[in-house]
């Protein structure tokens, strides 16, 4: 029994470890796409009612997130103006 509680305790923790890993991960995603859509969405207003401010919008094709990855691969560096560069190329096998 004593074996089995420090295994499932064992077991516990990978899957709080995992979750902490997906919250930051899902963070650093919505990180990203608020830094593209401000970079390159339209500032868009609510015209029709009461001119409000309704933020930044950049509208995107749906993906085949398993082709994308199977065809490319991506590389980012920081750049010399403080920033980051992101590199993608057609991987040699799916040429």
Do not use: C, F
Request: proline fraction near 1%.
């Amino acid at each position: 029994m004593a074996d089995q509680a420090k295994e499932t305790e064992k077991l516990r923790q990978k899957v709080a470890d995992a979750d902490a890993g997906s919250a930051q991960l899902s963070a650093m995603v919505d990180a990203v796409l608020t830094a593209v859509a401000l970079e390159y969405g339209l500032h868009v207003t609510d015209e029709e009612a009461s001119g409000e401010e309704l933020g930044w919008r950049l509208s995107l094709p749906l993906v085949d997130v398993a082709e994308l990855r199977r065809r490319y691969e991506i590389h980012a560096r920081k750049n010399a103006s403080g920033g980051v560069t992101i590199g993608v190329m057609e991987r040699e096998a799916a040429k």
